[in-house]
């Protein structure tokens, strides 16, 4: 897939202003779809411009959550007996139960940092108050792929009650990238900025504007502050369970078939170490949203 930006000739002809929509809303999702629908069904429903719009988020099956008792149409279902949800709604509800909120996000949100230290851990305590140390950094390689993926994780402790993590994330990271030793660095490599004044943006939900025109080259050793915006989520931890971020250089396994293998990532490009940097003034943490 090719870098893609809002002004591209393709994109472009087909933008229009959410906002305008008039019409009532029910924009209906998966939160196990990542890779494809879930953001824009959430997204176009904060921005939509719509006096009623619901949203309906599930979970499994995408077609399954149709056939419930309450949306089950009023014919007997002769082709595909014997599969819950399609003739024994009161067991599909069993497994999949619902919950109606007022808002999204949920009002009752507590927007929670888990910080990440060096040594692979994470919690919400800064690494800086745990122990004193000097600047350090963690590297990995660049251009990984699902048959070689390239990545750092970081962990959580074991978490002590069940806790739910509901809304949108956002990864607060300070990372610089170097080539590989004799190699020429004067490559640019595109770096957008969030519109922190633009009036879609969010603690958590940076804007950005896609647009080519605000592409900044990266350079090479310079350490950037970056918020990566992480799609929306429904997790229930259960107790003694841990949470896992995985920070990579591309697709790892199970990206299923939308993997990002464009004609630009190029070893000329790209190739080289991606470095997450410590210290006092380089904190880094996710922010995920407890419920």
Known sequence: MPLLFRDDPYYASKEYNLEDIEVSILSVGNWGNTAVHLRGNILGYLVAGSLYKFLRLGVGRHDLPFYQDEEQPPIDMVVRKGNVGYNDPEAEKAGYTRRTENEWPLARTQYTNYYLHRNGTMSTEPEATQVEQPVGRLSYEALGTPEEPRFIEFST??????????????????????????KRSSTRVPLETPFLSHRRHRDWLPHQDYFSTDVQPVIPGEVYAVDVEVWPTNVVVE????????????????????????????????????????????QNYITLPIV
């Open 157 to 182: 402790p074991p978490f002590t009650k069940e806790t739910e993590i509901t809304g949108h994330i956002v990864a607060h990271l300070n990372v610089s990238a170097t080539p590989h030793l004799g």
């Open 239 to 282: 107790p003694g369970s841990c949470l896992i971020l995985e920070i990579a250089s591309g697709d790892t396994p199970g990206v299923g078939i939308f993997v990002h293998d464009g004609a630009e990532r190029t070893e000329e490009r790209f190739g080289g170490m991606n470095h997450i940097h410590f210290a006092p003034h380089y």
